[in-house]
């Protein structure tokens, strides 16, 4: 399928990875590292996938302040104006409204999209096609939303119900209704999701006129809507700062999932794009052990480091230089950086977010 | 009981260390470090433990050459006369045999006694105690050696077969005949030994008149008795280190235990003073974990590692100045050193000896 309108991509890039800590650091977080060894970042990975998409479009990208500099280094090609940034984390939905909002302003009623800058999709040419499908149904004013192919019962992601096709005489045409959104389930329920054939990954991923959503977002949270409205306005005009500082602060702090996606599926106003795109979230060491090649020792390696493996399969070392030796334990985790090191194992990876807790006041430059 | 003369003891310090590798290393090997966190080394602790003992006697180390400026550097009270530097390693019974030959040229026929330089006792009274009985009966000609009380049915240790005590009448005495030395033994034949109450851990202690020793190596091994000498004779001489250069490399690599203390135990020539004394040969990080304090969570730590645990009891950390957080696993092995990490569990201390043979010409600078 064509691209039948250019993409306006929005990326909003925060949230600081705390299960990939000490490699993921409040300074240094998922979306501004290379996780995959492939010379780019997750972020520029993320814009790289979205060039194809948004040609004649835009892309932004959305986040705090306090990264806006390294955003801007590691993405040249985008410049100043392609750049939001938040005074402070107000959750999903402010950020994708203010952006889609602004892009309104500057281009008219355009498809906007929303794409995580911290995932990795090692199948470009299938999410293409996912989200050249998902902006044709974005004309006929749905959320668009796409679902990832679920291949295991994962606990960690929320699952997208999908229910009849919508245009079951379009051969061509893969996207469906959207019963309903999931939180996050255990794993017997995750298990009699898969079983249906009906549920899919959701990844974050929507793609929706900018108006659709706005008046959405109107209907559904009135007060955010009118603030975000407000920032819009005054954003390409010498008042944004002032605006900024004042209105942003009193923002409604809600996901888009619950501001939008939820209630407009109830409506009937939500379709799924199902795609298989070999997506991840690289949500622990687990899973960007996974996203590695592994040596002759079966030894998943990202960074400088020179492993000697004994007994060791599976296991997953980030260097910083030094030789380092794995004996005995197969599956063990051991992320080396300058000032911190982690050891544990991938069954336990989940755990590290408590490890970062841990840290206190007094290691607070660590974090 | 007082000691009946002066002791003459000698310190071979020897051997790699490799199952303590990164932190122990060819040119950093198990005796020259703090491995108990004391502010003292393993060889200066032994050192320490003598001085009791050797008051009016003597203090001699034989070591590599190349560890010559080092021994010395730690031990700047003993003096360059008190080194006997090895130009190779000829097993224990050259080492010894040569110190107690130059002992023997320097102060007569006095009782020598070989301790090794890489050990742990945490009980010096027990030790001393041990040692004056020993040095008392080794005037009746036997070859003494120490027997420590098994703690549990080790296969890391050889085993001194004890027999009939050496003077019932005396209740002070607690000197047995041995009966004979064994290998290492599996599990099985360990369990058995305990049970017997006949057997204790065999840890080199020899205590013997130099004379006695001197003329046993010549009944069992002529040769090598013969070259000591010749050696012995130049030591305090211009001419030693042409001699030592042309005779050493000759001389039979043997250990003490087969050239000497099993024939002559068959002899009926050997006792053996039982003691307990908080013994360790510190072989491997399990045991040297063993030796160290556990913190509130039950991790044991050496060096200056700020250390985070999680369900990890039991790990040991060995720090260079940075934080480590170990996470999931009981009994983690974390060895972090400024150019090598090492990685295991306290199950698997023992497979670290194959990470240094497996480290290949490569790493070189890193054994």
Chains 1, 2 share one sequence.
């Not at 806006?68 to 392609?82: D, T």
């Not at 298990?191 to 249906?196: G, P, S």
């Not at 991840?280 to 998943?300: K, N, S, Y």
């Not at 260097?319 to 982690?342: H, I």
């Amino acid at each position: 399928m064509p691209l039948t309108e250019p993409l306006h991509a929005i990326i909003p890039a925060g949230g600081a990875g705390t299960r990939l800590w000490p490699l993921s650091r409040r300074a240094a977080p998922k979306f501004l590292l290379d996780l995959t060894g492939s010379g780019r970042t997750l972020l520029q990975q993320t814009v790289d996938r979205l060039a194809p998409l948004t040609d004649g479009g835009s892309i932004s990208v959305v986040t705090g302040a306090v990264h806006a500099p390294a955003v801007l280094g590691q993405l040249p090609e985008l410049g100043e104006q392609s750049l939001l940034a938040e005074p402070s984390p107000r959750d999903s939905m402010a950020a994708i409204a203010l952006a889609a909002a602004v892009a309104r302003r500057r281009h008219g009623d355009v498809v906007v999209g929303s794409f995580a800058a911290d995932h990795v999709i090692t199948d470009r040419a299938a999410f293409e096609a996912a989200v050249r499908e998902a902006v044709a149904v974005a004309r006929e004013d749905y959320v668009v939303t796409i679902g990832i192919e679920a291949g295991h019962p994962s606990t960690a992601f929320g699952y997208i119900h999908a229910g009849e096709p919508l245009a079951p005489d379009d051969d061509a045409a893969t996207a469906r209704h959207v019963v309903g959104f999931t939180e996050k389930p255990d794993v017997a329920t995750a298990t009699e999701y898969l079983a249906t054939g009906e549920y899919r990954w959701n990844a974050g991923m929507f793609v929706v006129r900018a108006g659709v959503l706005l008046e959405h977002l109107a209907a559904q949270k009135p007060d955010l809507a009118a603030g975000v409205a407000q920032i819009a306005e005054a954003w390409d005009t010498p008042a944004r700062e002032e605006i900024l500082a004042r209105v942003w602060p009193t923002l409604e702090k809600i996901a888009i999932d619950h501001a939008i996606a939820e209630p407009v599926a109830a409506q009937g106003g939500v379709a799924v794009v199902p795609a298989a795109m070999g997506w991840d979230d690289v949500g622990d060491f687990d899973g960007l052990a996974e996203l590695l090649p592994a040596d002759a020792e079966g030894v998943h390696v990202l960074g400088d480091a020179d492993v000697l493996a004994d007994g060791a399969p599976g296991s997953f070392v980030v260097g910083s230089g030094r030789t380092v030796a794995v004996v005995g334990v197969p599956g063990l985790v051991v992320v080396d950086t300058p000032d911190a090191l982690l050891v544990t194992t991938r069954e336990h990876a989940q755990r590290v977010k408590h490890v970062v807790e841990s840290l206190g006041t007094e290691r607070e430059h660590l974090r």
